[in-house]
């Protein structure tokens, strides 16, 4: 049995669509084209199932990447429907930029930078100051390309440890899924990741938390881009990716859909 939330979001999406929920399928599907951070990945592509299922006359095609390489292979092509990127600093970017519509960005899930570390976390790391250790060897994304760089890089300024860590980075990912693989197997002691990591590969990656002092809380936000012709199907998707449902999947994907507290 649907809930009411649910219903609420296949009538409102009917009706964006032109359609009501056991109306005839479309000659031709809606197609959306979504630009999306990989830092969401595995939700964002459960969420597109569960979507299409419901919608049949919906054919959503996902980009994932860096959000910043996202946004600039966007705006060159002039192409998609929905920019989301894995962070509020990319969205702010693509306002600035002029590439999205302000009023239908919408906050689907809330992430908190952390220290990744091999399971069992065996260069007993606790802090940032031990990333800087010697022997310890440290990934970080790619700041400009992706929005972990940006933000693992102003956490370690923050905490006068820029310098001092990168003389242990052997290697700069190019996207949230590469940083996090990086750790996943093997390949570095340390990567500064997300939270929502240790779901991607919770017998593989244990968390270290980051003093609260030198941490915000980031947002991953969803908007419809200046390029869309397709702006109430768009919405209408966005519309679903926050509603209860879609809620739901990024928190059985250990997303936080409530603003965190950092502790």
């Known amino acids: 049995m649907r809930t009411v939330s649910h219903l609420m979001v296949v009538l409102l999406a009917g009706a964006l669509f032109g359609m009501l929920p056991g109306s005839a399928t ?34 959503i095609t ?14 060159l092509e002039q192409i998609g429907d929905i920019y989301m990127p894995g962070s509020d600093d990319f969205m702010d970017k693509a306002e600035a930029k002029k590439a999205v519509i302000p009023e239908t960005r919408k906050i689907v899930a809330y992430l908190i930078p952390t220290i990744c570390v091999q399971h069992g976390n065996p260069k007993k790391i606790q ?14 994304a790619q700041a400009g ?19 001092e860590v990168k003389k242990n980075v052997i290697t700069y990912a190019r996207s949230c899924e590469h940083t996090q693989q990086l750790v996943q197997l093997g390949e570095v002691d340390a990567v500064i990741g997300w939270d929502a990591f240790k779901s991607w590969a919770p017998d593989q990656i244990d968390l270290v938390k980051i003093d609260p002092k030198y941490l915000r809380v980031h947002n991953v936000p969803a908007a419809v881009t200046v ?9 209408g998707f966005i519309a679903f990716l926050t509603s209860k449902e879609g809620k739901q999947i990024f928190s059985k994907n250990g997303y936080s859909v409530t603003p965190p507290k950092l502790k």
């Open 26 to 59: 479309a000659a031709e599907k809606t197609q959306l084209i979504l630009f999306v951070g990989a830092a969401s990945k595995p939700p964002a592509q459960e969420a597109e199932k569960v979507f299409e299922k419901a919608h049949p006359e919906v054919d």
């Open 62 to 75: 996902m980009t994932f990447g860096g959000s910043g390489t996202l946004l600039q292979q966007m705006m």
């Open 127 to 140: 802090s940032l100051a031990d990333l800087a250790r010697p022997g310890v060897t440290v990934a970080l």
């Open 145 to 163: 390309a992706v929005c972990l760089g940006d933000a693992s890089e102003a956490i370690l300024r923050k905490a006068g440890l820029l310098d």
């Open 227 to 235: 390029y869309s012709k397709q702006r109430a199907a768009a919405e």
